[in-house]
Structure formats: structure tokens, C-alpha cells
């Protein structure tokens, strides 16, 4: 049973491919993993939570991935402490400085 298992794990990556990835990431890396680009997913930075900021959010509601979802450019709403801030939809900032992950913070 040993030897079949290590033998299967020999034909797998050592590492997993950024798609598979749950850890946090630039924004288009995480938006890139969901169907859809991530239109519709609520995504947050993770020094939000860092520094106890909760209930912060951007809905995102556009996207524009390239560079197989290591780059592009991403739109949506700011959501701060469960207020809707932006009355229209807004270019995302801090996507490639800041790491981020899915859901409020």
C-alpha cells in the first residue's frame, strides 16, 4: 500500500500550480483560481485583518487577467465596515502591492 501511494506521489508536482493555491496572493493570482474570473467574489486585503478591520470587502464585479492570472486589472464596489462606499463600480487599487484573500476580513 506504501509503495502505491509513494508511487503516485511520485507523478505529482512537488508543487501546486497557482490555480489549486488557497494561500493568500496578489489580487489577480486569487480572482484568477475562481470560475469567472472572480466577477462576483467578495476579496480583502489581508492587513484589513491584520489590524482588526473587519467587515471590509471589494465586490468585485469586472475583470481583466492576463499573463495566465499573475497580472491584469480588476473593478468593484468598496464595502467598509458593511457600508456600501462606492456608488459605482471603481478600479481596485493595491492589487499587486498588497497580498489579499476571498471573503470580508
Known amino acids: 500500500m506504501e509503495r502505491a501511494f509513494r508511487a503516485v506521489q511520485s507523478?505529482?508536482?512537488s508543487t501546486l500550480p497557482p490555480?489549486?493555491?488557497?494561500?493568500?496572493?496578489?489580487?489577480y493570482q486569487v480572482l484568477s483560481r475562481a470560475p469567472?474570473?472572480?466577477?462576483?467574489?467578495?476579496?480583502?486585503?489581508i492587513r484589513w485583518t491584520e489590524k482588526g478591520i473587519i467587515n471590509c470587502y471589494w465586490q468585485v464585479t469586472r475583470t481583466r487577467l492576463k499573463l495566465e492570472g499573475n497580472h491584469g486589472k480588476?473593478?468593484?464596489?468598496?464595502?467598509?465596515?458593511?457600508?456600501?462606499?462606492s456608488e459605482r463600480e471603481e478600479r481596485i487599487g493595491g492589487s499587486l502591492k498588497y497580498k489579499w484573500s476571498t471573503g470580508a476580513s
Open 11 to 13: 507523478l505529482l508536482p
Open 36 to 45: 469567472g474570473g472572480g466577477v462576483g467574489q467578495r476579496v480583502h486585503q
Open 19 to 27: 490555480s489549486l493555491r488557497t494561500t493568500p496572493a496578489n489580487l
Open 74 to 85: 480588476a473593478w468593484g464596489k468598496l464595502y467598509w465596515k458593511g457600508q456600501q462606499i
